[in-house]
């Protein structure tokens, strides 16, 4: 019997989608939807292997390049997943790959790219300077620009630590490595010489520590796209050359195959094994599942995860998750404290530690570096709201400094209009939400800042109940119509105002009980999107749990 607030379906969507979710879990904790086979991923690793070990690894290129050729929208260009609308950046890389590798056999479908990149402006139309660069960059391989025109990466910042990270951020290693490639292709004279000569080993170290942090297992961040351009830089660089044949053998260890086991010429971006599992566990614990031995491994894991030393290139204190960086960290804190048990108090303690030192001068916080110049990494409205709550969800008080100052901020940061901006996820939705359920949280749910943005959430809702990026041409994502109503729900929304809303996720359920994933995560701001399963279960679960528990008050 259907109840005026669907109070019945909700419960049974909730305990389906839970079902769901435990399927996906690994016996050590981690909840594994696989990492997306990615344009991006395969064109670093077919650059890296051209340039790095062209003769053995001629098989891996081939397959690459057949695997491009192949996955080639029918207008010409490619996406960062196969299937999703063509996009600037990948489109312009994967062009420029394929004729470096296969001129003449992919000619024609070197041709399409290049057409679809010209019509659509051009390089310089990408929304996204840093990607920009990159395109320019492969071009100039490509021999369709002068290298004298590709943008000069400076090796002399090395010298100076503390602002090389504020003027890169996670970049470092990348930008290093294609300093140190310009270094040796394009000497600098006059008054450059000497300090680039002496920067040249501080460069190179940066990249090696990055390598080291992760283990020496071949690869930076455990990404192929990452990989492939530090790769492509030491190989033209003729430096690290231990690094170069480590980063081959990776990737041809992680070539992913068929579903018969054959190599199919494809890599992926790396397994968001971190975010994917406190994802997953926010939303069972949110449903109820707090107590459920399944969620035993992932406090296992996160305690495992936590590192206990320094990072050095980053200037990053211990007690961080990830690579380091304030999402990871901040979700598993909050994860943590809300799981059951003591034996991970000390961990909580030192993640909030590394929160604490982390945040920025202004009261905000960014990706990793500390007062970040790099706008794609912060400050953060998303990231700042992630932040206060893993402070509060430890036992941070709300009068407390830390709190007070984060939220001076983002009272700040708010656009005219009343939403907020996040760097890791698409447009304003997610941050606005994020931003008025941490205003909720702390009893400011009627200040001015936080009636901006509920108001904002409010007229932004689409016809069919569901949310999207606030462009009415966007269709609704379960991704940002679960933002939109968990924030509405914690700044006072009856739910019953919010029954559309409700209605279109119980309907945009899929035959095993979870939910499409929509491409709403940046891996390349305004430029290129993934889609992160967990994420999107994760969410679904916590509003559908939030509502129920606000519909049987």
Same mark, same amino acid.
């Given at each position: 019997?259907?109840?005026?607030?669907?109070? /019945?379906?909700?419960?049974?969507?909730?305990?389906?989608? *839970?079902? $769901?979710?435990?399927?996906?879990?690994?016996?050590?904790?981690?909840?594994?939807?696989?990492?997306?086979?990615?344009?991006?991923?395969?064109?670093?690793?077919?650059?890296?292997?051209?340039?790095?070990?062209?003769?053995?690894?001629?098989?891996?290129?081939?397959?690459?390049?057949?695997?491009?050729?192949?996955?080639?929208?029918?207008?010409?260009?490619?996406?960062?997943?196969?299937? +999703?609308?063509?996009? *600037?950046?990948?489109?312009?890389?994967?062009?420029?790959?394929?004729?470096?590798?296969?001129?003449?056999?992919?000619? /024609?479908?070197?041709?399409?790219?290049?057409?679809?990149?010209?019509?659509?402006?051009?390089?310089?139309?990408?929304?996204?300077?840093?990607?920009?660069?990159?395109?320019?960059?492969?071009?100039?391989?490509?021999?369709?620009?002068?290298?004298?025109?590709?943008?000069?990466?400076?090796?002399?910042?090395?010298?100076?630590?503390?602002?090389?990270?504020?003027?890169? /951020?996670?970049?470092?290693?990348?930008?290093?490595?294609?300093?140190?490639?310009?270094?040796?292709?394009?000497?600098?004279?006059?008054?450059?010489?000497?300090?680039?000569?002496?920067?040249?080993?501080?460069?190179?170290?940066?990249?090696? +520590?990055?390598?080291?942090?992760?283990?020496?297992?071949?690869?930076?961040?455990?990404?192929?796209?990452?990989?492939?351009?530090?790769?492509?830089?030491?190989?033209?660089?003729?430096?690290?050359?231990?690094?170069?044949?480590?980063?081959?053998?990776? &990737?041809?260890?992680?070539?992913?195959?068929?579903?018969?086991?054959?190599?199919?010429?494809?890599?992926?971006?790396?397994?968001?094994? &971190?975010?994917?599992?406190?994802?997953?566990? =926010?939303?069972?614990?949110?449903?109820?599942?707090?107590?459920?031995?399944?969620?035993?491994?992932?406090?296992?894991?996160?305690?495992?995860?936590? =590192?206990?030393?320094?990072?050095?290139?980053?200037?990053?204190?211990?007690?961080?998750?990830?690579?380091?960086?304030?999402?990871?960290?901040?979700?598993?804190?909050?994860?943590?404290?809300?799981?059951?048990?003591?034996?991970?108090?000390?961990?909580?303690?030192?993640?909030?530690?590394?929160?604490?030192?982390?945040?920025?001068?202004?009261?905000?916080?960014?990706?990793?570096?500390?007062?970040?110049?790099?706008?794609?990494?912060?400050?953060?409205?998303?990231?700042?709201?992630?932040?206060?709550?893993?402070?509060?969800?430890?036992?941070?008080?709300?009068?407390?400094?830390?709190?007070?100052?984060?939220?001076?901020?983002?009272?700040?940061?708010? +656009?005219?209009?009343?939403?907020?901006?996040?760097?890791?996820?698409?447009?304003?939705?997610?941050?606005?939400?994020?931003?008025?359920?941490?205003?909720?949280?702390?009893?400011?749910?009627?200040?001015?800042?936080?009636?901006?943005?509920?108001?904002?959430?409010?007229?932004?809702?689409?016809?069919?109940?569901?949310?999207?990026?606030? /462009?009415?041409?966007?269709?609704?994502?379960?991704?940002?119509?679960?933002?939109?109503?968990?924030? &509405?729900?914690?700044?006072?929304?009856?739910?019953?105002?919010?029954?559309?809303?409700?209605?279109?996720?119980?309907?945009?359920?899929?035959?095993?009980?979870?939910?499409?994933?929509?491409?709403?995560?940046?891996?390349?701001?305004?430029?290129?999107?993934?889609?992160?399963?967990?994420?999107? +279960?994760?969410?679904?679960?916590?509003?559908?749990?939030?509502?129920?528990?606000?519909? $049987?008050?």
């Amino acid at each position: 019997m259907t109840t005026p607030l669907l109070v /019945d379906e909700v419960s049974d969507a909730i305990d389906a989608a *839970a079902g $769901t979710l435990f399927a996906a879990q690994r016996p050590d904790g981690v909840f594994d939807h696989g990492a997306p086979t990615s344009t991006l991923g395969t064109v670093g690793a077919v650059g890296a292997l051209h340039f790095g070990d062209p003769e053995g690894s001629a098989d891996l290129i081939a397959r690459g390049a057949a695997w491009l050729a192949r996955t080639q929208g029918e207008d010409g260009g490619w996406s960062m997943v196969p299937g +999703q609308v063509s996009e *600037a950046g990948p489109t312009a890389l994967a062009t420029a790959v394929l004729h470096l590798v296969a001129p003449r056999t992919a000619a /024609d479908r070197v041709r399409a790219g290049r057409e679809w990149t010209r019509r659509h402006g051009g390089l310089e139309a990408i929304p996204n300077p840093e990607v920009v660069d990159w395109c320019r960059q492969f071009s100039a391989y490509a021999g369709w620009l002068d290298p004298r025109d590709m943008r000069r990466f400076p090796i002399e910042p090395a010298l100076l630590p503390a602002l090389y990270r504020r003027l890169f /951020d996670l970049r470092m290693p990348t930008v290093s490595a294609s300093a140190l490639a310009e270094a040796r292709r394009r000497p600098p004279t006059g008054f450059r010489r000497l300090p680039a000569r002496w920067a040249g080993p501080r460069a190179l170290s940066v990249v090696r +520590q990055v390598y080291e942090h992760g283990g020496a297992t071949g690869s930076w961040y455990e990404d192929a796209w990452v990989t492939g351009l530090i790769v492509t830089g030491l190989a033209r660089a003729e430096a690290g050359r231990d690094m170069v044949e480590g980063a081959v053998r990776w &990737l041809r260890a992680q070539e992913n195959t068929d579903e018969q086991g054959v190599p199919e010429g494809s890599w992926s971006t790396g397994p968001p094994d &971190l975010t994917s599992s406190v994802y997953a566990t =926010r939303g069972l614990l949110a449903a109820g599942y707090g107590d459920d031995p399944r969620l035993k491994p992932v406090k296992a894991l996160l305690l495992k995860l936590q =590192r206990h030393e320094p990072f050095a290139a980053f200037g990053s204190p211990p007690g961080f998750w990830g690579r380091p960086g304030t999402l990871g960290t901040g979700e598993a804190v909050s994860v943590l404290a809300r799981l059951p048990g003591t034996d991970q108090a000390d961990a909580v303690r030192r993640g909030v530690t590394w929160l604490t030192l982390q945040q920025d001068s202004r009261g905000s916080w960014g990706s990793c570096v500390r007062n970040t110049r790099v706008a794609d990494s912060g400050p953060c409205p998303h990231l700042t709201a992630k932040a206060l709550d893993a402070l509060l969800d430890s036992g941070v008080p709300a009068d407390d400094r830390r709190v007070r100052r984060g939220l001076r901020w983002l009272a700040k940061a708010q +656009q005219p209009e009343g939403s907020y901006e996040s760097v890791w996820f698409r447009m304003h939705t997610a941050g606005t939400s994020a931003v008025l359920q941490t205003f909720a949280r702390v009893g400011l749910a009627d200040t001015p800042a936080a009636v901006r943005a509920r108001r904002w959430l409010e007229r932004t809702r689409r016809d069919d109940g569901s949310w999207s990026t606030g /462009d009415p041409a966007d269709a609704g994502t379960v991704e940002e119509t679960s933002w939109a109503l968990a924030g &509405l729900l914690a700044a006072g929304a009856h739910p019953r105002e919010l029954l559309p809303g409700v209605r279109w996720l119980l309907a945009a359920r899929l035959p095993d009980g979870g939910w499409p994933a929509a491409p709403v995560n940046e891996y390349m701001r305004h430029v290129s999107r993934c889609r992160m399963p967990a994420l999107t +279960q994760g969410l679904a679960l916590r509003t559908l749990a939030r509502y129920r528990q606000e519909s $049987t008050r």
